[in-house]
């Protein structure tokens, strides 16, 4: 194998795949450097495994809303098989093969910049070797998880995103430290699943951070409902797990401590920076990859470093990594060959837009563009329109006492939508209409003709609008 590529890519998650496919569809030679898994994070850890164990919960939360349907217990072993398939059995074989394809270049081992162009490999077996890079490196290692500084708690061993994914046994008591989307995610399968007591330790006063509020306030109550304890406002002092596979216990600053049989910790993640030699191309060791729009570092002389996914901190997000390979690939291709690199397809501009994102809970939140505190904060001069899903008759005939809401934020000044974000049952495929809407700046005066089927629960829009005033 020669050492010299037009451009190495570190890290084959879904960033990393899309930006090696689409440079080498730009007609350049392409090495791409994975130290565990082509396929990354997302394939085998986060997004398909956590799909995979939500559905069937789901699925039990839409039966039990229909009359005349009896559902039986979930076969948790068929559920994990599932999974199992779901997540190839951990096995990369044809991912590999599909990196291959592209066509490019695969090696197995640890990647670290080694100055300007320079990518070391160090194999599985320990050897290490040197790649160099005609045109560009493209970084895109993706996040870890962040672990607090709570005393005894890494002692205790937790578990963090990926050993809930991977579950093979359901603890009967699970804590969870944190009240994001992983958090949520989780603790619903996992109660789904069988996990009788499930507490959730929340740091704040709601569960979503980022979302429209009522949003996080309609999931908490599906929660409780349920049968999760959400306990909101805790500072957690220490955790304790004195035998190896015993319980953990969790305290407080107020109040009785916690037993569990496990501890997930699900507090965030942090981009995968830190052993990655970015101190021998003078950037800082830690944080994000902060990169231009076209996803080229900055900071780094004569250009040639990007960085794609959860590694550069724009949005922690596989469909928005893959975009942003796209971007990324594309650009690397035509400045490689002189060609013009500022096509309309060519700079990252959904980032700013504000990111869709779908929480497979049940009920589904979805949202894209700006919430109102937001858009406020930004000086948009707004109207909220909000409506009650539930009430729309394509969401009544999915099942009784459907509860959801829909609201969309306007910028008046331009009568076109800043954000929208909907909370309900099976609202998951709803979410690009609004992607739409928003990225096109589509007008209300137009959307108006765009004329929802009856009785789907796209009639939420039609009432949008008519809330409106339209
Ligand atoms: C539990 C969970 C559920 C999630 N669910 C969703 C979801 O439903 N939808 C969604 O959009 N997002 C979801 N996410 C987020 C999503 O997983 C990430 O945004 C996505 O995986 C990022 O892709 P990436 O390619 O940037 O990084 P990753 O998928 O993390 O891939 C990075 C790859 O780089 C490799 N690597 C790292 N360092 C090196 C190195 N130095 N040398 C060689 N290789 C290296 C790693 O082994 C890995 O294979 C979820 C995250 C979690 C934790
Ligand atoms: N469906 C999806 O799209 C999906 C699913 C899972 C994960 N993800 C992505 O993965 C990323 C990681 O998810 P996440 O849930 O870990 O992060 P997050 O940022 O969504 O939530 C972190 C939570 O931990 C809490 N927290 C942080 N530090 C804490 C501390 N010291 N003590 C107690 N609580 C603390 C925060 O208040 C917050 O509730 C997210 O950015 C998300 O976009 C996406």
Known sequence: MSDEFDVIVVGAGPAGENAAARAARGGLSVVVVEAELVGGECSYWACIPSKALLRPVELAAEVGRVPGLTLGPI????????????????????????VKGIPAEFVRGYGRLRGPRQ??????NGATYLLR??????????????????????????????????????????????????????AQALHGLGAEEVTMLVRGHS??????????????????????????????????????????????????????????VATGR????????????????????????????????????YAVGDVNGRNLLTHMGKYQARVCG??????????????????????GYGAPQVVFTDPQIC??????????????????????????????LLGDGYRGRAKAVVDERRRVLL??????????????????????????????HAVPSFPTVSEIWLRLLEEYGL
């Open 330 to 351: 594309d650009v690397i291709a035509a400045r490689a060959k002189g060609e013009p690199d500022d096509l309309p397809a060519m700079r990252d501009i959904a980032d």
């Open 133 to 186: 890079a005609r045109h560009a490196v493209v970084l895109a290692t993706g996040s870890r998880p962040v672990t607090p500084p709570i005393p005894g708690l890494a002692e205790a061993a937790p578990w963090t995103s990926r050993e809930a994914t991977s579950v093979t046994a359901v603890p009967r008591r699970l804590a969870v430290l944190g009240g994001g989307v992983v958090a949520c995610e989780m």
């Open 75 to 98: 076969d948790v072993d068929a559920v994990l098989a599932r999974r199992d398939e779901a997540v190839s059995h951990l096995d990369d074989g044809n991912q590999v093969k599909w």
């Open 207 to 264: 569960l979503l951070g980022r979302v429209e509020p009522f949003a996080g306030e309609l999931l908490a109550a599906s929660l409780t409902d349920a049968g999760i304890e959400i306990r909101t406002g805790v500072q957690v002092t220490g955790v304790e797990r004195p035998e190896p596979g015993g319980p953990v216990t969790v305290h407080f600053s107020e109040g009785p401590p916690l037993e569990a049989d496990e501890l997930l």
């Open 367 to 396: 949202a894209v563009g700006r919430a109102e505190a937001q858009a406020r904060e930004e000086g948009f001069d707004i109207r909220v329109i909000e409506y009650d899903l539930g009430a729309v008759s394509g969401a009544y």
């Open 119 to 124: 990518v070391e490999v160090t194999a599985p």
């Open 419 to 448: 954000g929208v974000t909907f909370a309900g049952p099976d609202v998951a495929e709803l979410l690009h209409s609004a992607t739409i809407a928003v990225t096109a700046e589509v007008p209300l005066d137009r959307l108006w």
């Open 270 to 305: 942090r981009p995968a920076t830190g052993d990655v030699g970015l101190d021998t191309v003078g950037l800082p060791e830690a944080g994000p990859v902060r990169v231009d729009d076209s996803m080229r570092a900055t900071g780094v002389a004569d250009g040639w470093l």
